[in-house]
């Protein structure tokens, strides 16, 4: 499969929100994209394949040299084929041309391929912090030093 990554752009927006409800049970909706997509400090990657399907994305918010990064996902049928790893490197790119030094992210401790992903890009986990999301479930703290 080729692909290529690029910005969002407003109008990937309901395309994203689609995706992030395939992907999760507490999905973004397409107004938090919205609101999220127009913060000034915003930086948003996605992948497509040739035929402009979508299949991945990332963003992030920086703050002087701190960025945390909000959502990563992949959609299920494209899983298992490093897009995500993909996806995360060109937001490292982003963020060292925009002088963020260290990347902060959240994570439910029981999804062992974020996990992975994270720690197989060099984050490590800060802390847990306990029933951190809606269900009550804990999650992860990582960070990692660009």
């Known amino acids: 499969m080729q692909v290529s990554i ?3 752009q407003i109008g990937d927006i309901g395309k994203i929100a689609a995706l992030e409800k395939q992907c999760f049970s ?3 909706t ?3 994209l919205f609101q999220t997509f127009s913060r000034k400090e915003f930086c948003g ?3 497509e394949t040739d035929d402009k399907r979508l299949v991945g994305y ?3 918010i920086s703050a002087f040299e701190d960025a945390d ?3 990563i996902a992949v959609a299920e049928t494209a899983r298992g084929q490093g897009l995500g790893g993909k996806l995360m490197d060109a937001l490292f790119e982003k963020m060292r041309l925009q002088k963020v030094e260290r990347i902060f992210l959240e994570v439910r401790l ?5 996990l992975a992903l994270y720690e197989g890009r060099g984050f490590t986990t800060t802390r847990v912090r306990k029933k951190y999301y809606a269900d009550g479930e804990d999650a992860a703290e990582m960070v990692k030093t660009l």
């Open 6 to 8: 690029r910005e969002w």
């Open 58 to 60: 990332v963003c992030a």
């Open 69 to 71: 990064l909000l959502i």
């Open 30 to 32: 397409e107004e938090q």
């Open 110 to 114: 029981s999804n062992a391929a974020a």
């Open 26 to 28: 507490d999905a973004w």
């Open 45 to 47: 990657l996605l992948i």
